[in-house]
C-alpha cells in the first residue's frame, strides 16, 4: 500500500477534486446537522446505538448462532466464510450452479473488501453495479472515495461526459435528472432479465434472521426482489440483537449518513416467501480479520460502525485528500482505524497518523467509536512494529530532554545558538530535513530570547 | 487562591509572553502564582506520536509534580485536555476556563484596541470543552472589536507531529485557515494554545500577512 503522506499529495495536487469534494462535504454537513439538531434525544440515541453494539460484539459468538439457526428456519442458506476467497467463492458458486454470466448488484461495501467483482470475472461472471454512483465508476474503471457517495470526487460534467462515451452515446445535458434517467433505461432492462442478485447488508437480525438493506435509489430494493436468486454478504459485526433495535439505528443511521430523517428505501426480508421475491436465499458470514479486531479491547470499537460516513463528511483532512489516499474501501478516520486492523499494522502503518486529531469524527459518529482514542492506541502499535530508526532515536532523545529542567534550559540555549544563522526578521524561513517539510510552507517561531522559566527565576524567585 | 502555573514546554520555550500575561491577568485579580520548577513537558507530543511509554513516564512525573495544588493553570488547552484525559487530574485548567469557570470573571479589566478574530482550536471545543469562556472574556475587554470568522471550528492542521509527517496535508488546511482569517480584516487572530498559533502564526508570517498571531492572555495582560 503506498503511504498515506505519498497518496495525499498526488490527491491535493488535483484542484477540480478538492473543489468538488468540499462543497459535497460542505452540504451533506450542513445537512446532517440540521436533521441531528431537531431530535431532543439524540444524545441518548447515539448511547443506546453504542451500547447495543458493544453487546453484539461481547456475545457476537451467541448472536451469530441465533442468525444462523434463524435465517435457516426461514429457508435460507448460510455459508460461514473465514476470509474474502471463501467468501468469494460462495457467490461464484451460487451464480455458476444456476449457470449466469452476470449478476445485479447493490452497492456493499463489504463486497469490495473481498474485491468480488474481480473474483467473479475471473471465474467469467460480470457483476453489474446498478448504484447511480457505483455504476459510474465502474463504467470509468475508478474506484470508490466515499462509504456513502463513491463518486463524490466527480462533478456532472465529468459523468455526462463519461455517460456519452458509455451507456448514453448523444447525451448533452447534465442535469442530475436527465443523467439519472439515462443510467434507469440501461439498468431497466438489466434488473428484469437478472437470474442472481448480489447484496450486502446493513444489519442482520439475530432473533429473526430478518436482513436489512437501507438504500436512496430503489435499486437495492429491485436486486432484492426481482431475481429469483439472491446472495448476501454481510460482515459478522453487522448483526443486531432484537428487531426492535431498527428503531435506534434506523434513526442514527439516515440523518448521520444523508442528513435525511428516513431514507427512501428500506428494504427488510426473512429467508424466503413462495410466491414472493427470491425463492433461493444465501447469507454469506464474513470474518476476513474481523475477530482479530475483536480481540483488541481499545481497538474492537471500530467494529461498531454502521458505515455512515459522518466522520469522513467532518474531517479537515478526508475533506481535503479524499478517499483514495487512504488505499482501502474504508476511507476516512473510520478507514484509518479499521483498515490498519482488518489487515494487521504493518500493512497500514501510515494510516492512524493521517488525522490532526482534531476529533470532530467523534462528536458526529452515531454510536459514539471514539475515534482519537483508536488513532492514539494504533500509533502506538505502529511505533512497535516499524517506527524508523532515526525517528525513534529522536524522540527518545526529546523524552529525555523533558525528562530534568536542565536539560530543557540546556536544549533552549542550543536551539538558540543553533538558530542563529537562520533567523531573519524574527522568523525562521528555512531549516534542514525533516523539519524542512514546516519550513516549506511555514514560517517557524524561534526559540525565545528569554525562556519563562529564566524570566521567573530572574523576576520572582 | 494559590494556582500552580503550567508553562508548557512550547509556551516555556517559544511562547514565554503567554506565560507571563497569564502570570500577570491572575496576579491583577488578586491570586497568588506558583512555577513548580521541576516541570518540563506533560508528554502529549510522546503519547500522539506513539510513543506511549516516553508518554507515560512524562505524565507520571507530571501528576507526581502538579497533583498537591489546588488548582493548575495553562495557557493551552489541549495539555490540559490531555492532562485530565489521561492522567484524570481534574485539577488542571485552561486560563479561560479557570476565569469563567472556576473564578467566575469574565471581565479582567484589559482593553486592548484592535480588530481580533478568536480561532477555537480543536483541543479547546473537544477535549478541554472550554465552550464559550475564551469569547465571554473577550467581549469584555475594551476597544477590543470581536470579528467572526467563517467556518471558525475546523481544525487549522497543525496536530503535533501530524504538521511534519503530513505537511502537504496540514498546510492544505492551513491555507484554508489563513484564508478564513484574512477574509474577516482582523489585525490579530487569538487562541488559547500556542501549538495552533505556533501554525498559523507560520502560515501568516510567510504570507507576508499583517495578521498577528496573539495568545488570548496577552490580550487579557493588555491594559
Given at each position: 500500500m503506498t503511504s498515506f503522506p505519498e497518496a495525499a499529495r498526488v490527491e491535493l495536487a488535483n484542484v477540480q477534486q478538492r473543489t468538488n469534494l468540499r462543497n459535497a462535504t460542505d452540504t451533506i454537513r450542513a445537512k446532517r446537522a440540521k436533521v441531528v439538531e431537531e431530535l431532543p434525544d439524540w444524545e441518548d440515541l447515539r448511547e443506546a446505538g453504542r451500547a447495543i453494539k458493544a453487546d453484539v460484539l461481547a456475545h457476537l459468538d451467541e448472536y451469530l448462532l441465533q442468525f444462523e439457526a434463524a435465517v435457516e428456519a426461514a429457508g435460507g442458506f448460510v455459508h460461514w466464510a473465514r476470509d474474502a476467497a471463501e467468501a468469494n467463492?460462495?457467490?461464484?458458486?451460487?451464480?455458476?450452479?444456476?449457470?449466469?454470466?452476470?449478476?445485479?448488484?447493490?452497492?456493499?461495501?463489504?463486497?469490495?473488501?473481498?474485491?468480488?467483482?474481480?473474483?467473479?470475472?475471473?471465474?467469467?461472471?460480470?457483476?453489474?453495479?446498478?448504484?447511480?454512483?457505483?455504476?459510474?465508476?465502474?463504467?470509468?474503471?475508478?474506484?470508490?472515495?466515499?462509504?456513502?457517495?463513491?463518486?463524490?470526487?466527480?462533478?456532472?460534467?465529468?459523468?455526462?461526459?463519461?455517460?456519452?462515451?458509455t451507456i448514453a452515446p448523444g447525451i448533452v445535458s447534465d442535469d442530475p435528472r436527465d443523467l439519472a434517467e439515462a443510467s434507469r433505461v440501461y439498468l431497466r432492462e438489466r434488473f428484469l432479465t437478472a437470474r442472481v442478485g448480489v447484496s450486502g447488508a446493513n444489519f442482520g437480525i439475530a432473533e429473526t434472521g430478518t436482513v436489512c438493506v437501507v438504500e436512496s435509489e430503489?435499486?437495492?430494493?429491485m436486486c432484492t426482489t426481482l431475481p429469483p436468486v439472491l446472495v448476501t454478504m454481510l460482515g459478522i459485526e453487522k448483526l443486531l440483537p432484537r428487531f426492535a433495535d431498527l428503531e435506534v439505528f434506523l434513526q442514527l443511521l439516515?440523518?448521520?449518513?444523508?442528513?435525511?430523517?428516513?431514507?427512501?428505501?428500506?428494504?427488510?426480508?426473512?429467508?424466503?416467501?413462495?410466491?414472493?421475491?427470491?425463492?433461493?436465499?444465501?447469507?454469506?458470514l464474513l470474518d476476513n480479520g474481523r475477530?482479530?479486531?475483536?480481540?483488541?479491547?481499545?481497538?474492537?470499537?471500530?467494529?461498531h460502525c454502521i458505515r455512515c460516513s459522518a466522520c469522513l463528511n467532518v474531517c479537515p483532512v478526508y475533506s481535503r485528500v479524499g478517499g483514495h489516499a487512504y488505499g482501502s474501501v474504508y476511507p476516512g478516520p473510520i478507514g484509518a482505524i479499521l483498515t490498519p486492523?482488518?489487515?494487521?499494522?504493518?500493512?497500514?502503518?501510515?494510516?492512524?497518523?493521517?488525522?490532526?486529531?482534531?476529533?470532530?469524527?467523534?462528536?458526529?459518529?452515531?454510536?459514539?467509536?471514539?475515534?482519537?482514542?483508536?488513532?492514539?492506541?494504533?500509533?502506538?502499535?505502529?511505533?512497535?512494529?516499524?517506527?524508523p530508526a532515526a525517528e525513534r532515536a529522536l524522540m527518545r532523545g526529546v523524552a529525555w530532554v523533558f525528562g530534568r529542567p536542565w536539560r530543557l534550559s540546556a536544549a533552549q540555549r542550543l536551539g538558540r545558538l543553533g538558530q542563529r544563522p537562520l533567523v531573519r526578521a524574527g522568523a525562521i524561513r528555512r531549516?534542514?530535513?525533516?523539519?524542512?517539510?514546516?519550513?516549506?510552507?511555514?514560517?517557524?517561531?524561534?526559540?525565545?530570547?528569554?525562556?519563562?522559566?529564566?524570566?521567573?527565576?530572574?523576576?520572582?524567585a | 487562591m494559590r494556582i500552580a502555573l503550567f508553562a508548557t514546554c512550547i509556551g516555556d520555550t517559544l511562547f514565554p509572553e503567554a506565560c507571563r500575561a497569564t502570570v500577570e491577568v491572575l496576579e491583577r485579580l488578586g491570586h497568588e502564582v506558583v512555577f513548580p520548577e521541576e516541570q518540563t513537558c506533560c508528554g502529549q507530543m510522546h503519547m500522539n506520536s506513539g510513543y506511549a511509554r516516553d508518554a507515560a513516564q512524562l505524565g507520571q512525573r507530571f501528576a507526581e509534580i502538579f497533583r498537591p495544588y489546588e488548582a493548575v493553570v495553562s495557557p493551552s488547552s489541549s495539555c490540559v485536555g490531555t492532562v485530565r484525559e489521561v492522567l484524570g487530574m481534574d485539577n488542571v485548567f485552561e486560563l479561560s476556563e479557570l476565569l469563567v469557570r472556576r473564578l467566575g470573571v469574565e471581565d479582567v479589566g484589559a482593553s486592548f484596541a484592535g480588530r481580533v478574530a478568536y480561532h477555537p482550536t480543536c483541543h479547546s471545543l473537544r477535549v478541554t470543552h472550554v465552550g464559550d469562556a475564551p469569547l465571554r472574556l473577550l467581549r469584555n475587554v475594551r476597544g477590543l472589536e470581536l470579528v467572526e470568522l467563517p467556518r471558525a471550528n475546523e481544525c487549522c492542521g497543525f496536530g503535533g507531529t501530524f504538521a511534519i509527517k503530513n505537511a502537504e496535508t496540514s498546510s492544505a488546511m492551513l491555507a484554508d485557515k489563513l484564508d478564513a482569517i484574512e477574509s474577516t480584516g482582523a489585525g490579530y487572530c487569538t487562541a488559547v494554545d500556542g501549538s495552533c498559533l505556533l501554525q498559523i502564526g507560520g502560515g501568516l508570517s510567510r504570507r507576508g500577512s499583517a495578521v498577528r498571531p496573539l495568545h488570548l492572555a496577552e490580550i487579557l495582560a493588555s491594559t
Open positions: 467463492a460462495v457467490v461464484a458458486g451460487v451464480a455458476r450452479a444456476h449457470g449466469v454470466d452476470e449478476v445485479v448488484k447493490v452497492k456493499s461495501l463489504t463486497t469490495d473488501e473481498t474485491r468480488l467483482n474481480a473474483a467473479l470475472a475471473e471465474v467469467g461472471i460480470h457483476a453489474l453495479e446498478t448504484d447511480f454512483a457505483e455504476l459510474i465508476l465502474q463504467l470509468d474503471g475508478d474506484w470508490s472515495s466515499h462509504i456513502l457517495v463513491p463518486a463524490i470526487h466527480r462533478n456532472r460534467a465529468e459523468i455526462r461526459d463519461l455517460f456519452a462515451r430503489g435499486n437495492g430494493r439516515p440523518r448521520s449518513a444523508t442528513g435525511e430523517r428516513m431514507n427512501p428505501y428500506t428494504s427488510l426480508w426473512t429467508g424466503v416467501a413462495a410466491g414472493d421475491g427470491p425463492q433461493e436465499f444465501h447469507v454469506v475477530t482479530r479486531v475483536l480481540r483488541d479491547e481499545v481497538g474492537r470499537q471500530a467494529l486492523q482488518l489487515l494487521g499494522i504493518e500493512n497500514a502503518s501510515s494510516l492512524p497518523f493521517a488525522s490532526s486529531l482534531c476529533g470532530a469524527c467523534y462528536e458526529v459518529c452515531p454510536v459514539k467509536i471514539d475515534i482519537p482514542k483508536v488513532l492514539l492506541h494504533l500509533r502506538a502499535k505502529a511505533v512497535e512494529a516499524k517506527a531549516l534542514p530535513p525533516p523539519l524542512s517539510r514546516w519550513t516549506r510552507t511555514r514560517d517557524l517561531r524561534p526559540v525565545a530570547a528569554e525562556s519563562f522559566r529564566s524570566w521567573w527565576r530572574r523576576e520572582r | -
